[in-house]
C-alpha cells in the first residue's frame, strides 16, 4: 500500500458577504512527523509556528518543518500586511518507529577515546554553524529528487542500538551503493561545508537550500564540490563511500529546518522501504 504522504491545504480569508474569498496561505507537503511543508502567503505576511516565526520570501514562500516527535497538532499564525490575523490548526499524523541494531561497529566510533573529543567538538561547531544559517533564496522550491540510486538500508526515526547501547535515533535514509556510485544535488542550493575525514560523518557535504534547511550527506568517498559553490538540482556533488563510522558503503542523507531533523525520503517518490 503506498501512503498518502503529501497534502495540498489551501487556507482562505471569507470577506464580508458578497466578496470572493481571498487566498491567505496555501500549503503543500507532509503533514506528519519528520515532514516539510512548503507554502505561499500574501507578500509583507509574518508566520508563526507554534509561536516561532517563520521566515517569509519577499514573494510570499516560507517553509518549516515538523520534528520526529511532533505533537498531534500544530498552530499557524498568520498576520496579514493589513494587520488582519488567523489561527490555523494543522494536523501532524504520528508515525511508529522501528528499532535498529547495529553490531561490529569499531568501539572507539561509538564511544569515542578522549583524545578524540576535541576533534569532534571543532567538527561540532563547524556543522552549528551551517545549521544556523538563515538565507532569504528559496532554492528548495527547485523540487527534489533522489540523491542517489541503491538500496535503502536505514530509515529516518528508527530507535538505534550500536554495539548494544542505546544512542540517539538515526535522523536521516541510508541509500547502499557500490563505491563510487554518483551522488547529486537533489535540490537546489549553496555549498556550505564540504569537509574531508570528519570523525563520525567522514567526507561529508552540507547543502543550503534557503530558509533555514539543510541537507547533508555523509561518508563520501570523494568531495566534487567546494565550499561557497552554487550547485543545481541533478548536479554530482560526490560518490557514495564508506569513510567515517559505518559498516559498509552507503550515502547517509539528512535534511534539517535549522536543528530539526526532517525525514527527507517525504521529499522523493517512495522507494521500497524507504518510509519505514
Ligand atoms: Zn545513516
Redesign the pocket.
Known amino acids: 500500500m503506498r501512503h498518502v504522504v503529501a497534502a495540498l491545504l489551501i487556507l482562505t480569508l471569507a470577506w464580508p458577504s458578497g466578496a470572493i474569498a481571498q487566498e491567505v496561505v496555501t500549503l503543500e507537503g507532509s503533514f506528519r512527523q519528520g515532514g516539510l511543508v512548503t507554502g505561499r502567503t500574501q507578500p509583507g505576511a509574518t508566520l508563526e509556528l507554534d509561536g516561532k516565526p517563520v521566515r517569509v520570501a519577499a514573494d510570499g514562500a516560507f517553509l518549516f518543518g515538523f520534528g520526529r516527535d511532533a505533537k498531534p497538532k500544530a498552530t499557524l499564525k498568520v498576520r496579514l500586511p493589513d494587520g488582519h490575523e488567523e489561527l490555523h490548526t494543522l494536523e501532524v499524523t504520528q508515525r511508529d518507529y522501528r528499532v535498529q541494531r547495529i553490531d561490529g561497529l569499531p568501539p572507539k566510533k561509538v564511544t569515542p577515546p578522549p583524545e578524540a573529543m576535541e576533534r569532534i567538538g571543532q567538527e561540532r561547531k563547524k556543522k552549528a554553524e551551517a545549521f544556523r544559517a538563515d538565507l532569504p533564496e528559496s532554492w528548495f522550491r527547485s523540487g527534489w529528487i533522489w540523491p542517489a540510486e541503491g538500496r535503502i ?2 530509515v529516518y526515526g528508527s530507535q538505534r542500538i550500536l554495539n548494544g547501547e542505546p544512542r540517539r535515533p ?5 541509500v547502499a551503493g557500490p563505491e563510487g556510485t554518483p551522488v547529486v544535488a537533489p535540490a537546489d542550493g549553496r555549498v556550505v561545508l564540504a569537509m574531508p575525514q570528519m570523525y563520525f560523518e567522514g567526507n561529508a557535504i552540507f547543502l543550503d537550500h534557503g530558509h533555514g534547511l539543510k541537507s547533508v550527506y ?2 563520501l568517498s570523494e568531495l566534487d564540490v567546494t565550499e561557497g559553490q552554487i550547485v543545481r538540482r541533478g548536479e554530482r556533488i560526490g560518490a557514495i563511500g564508506a569513510t567515517g563510522r ?1 559498516t559498509g558503503a ?5 535534511l534539517y529546518w535549522f536543528r530539526l531533523p526532517l525525514d527527507p525520503a517525504l521529499l522523493v517518490p517512495e522507494r521500497p522501504g524507504s518510509r519505514g
Open positions: 538500508s536505514g538515526h535522523y536521516g535514509v541510508d555523509m561518508h559505518v552507503h550515502l547517509h542523507w539528512a
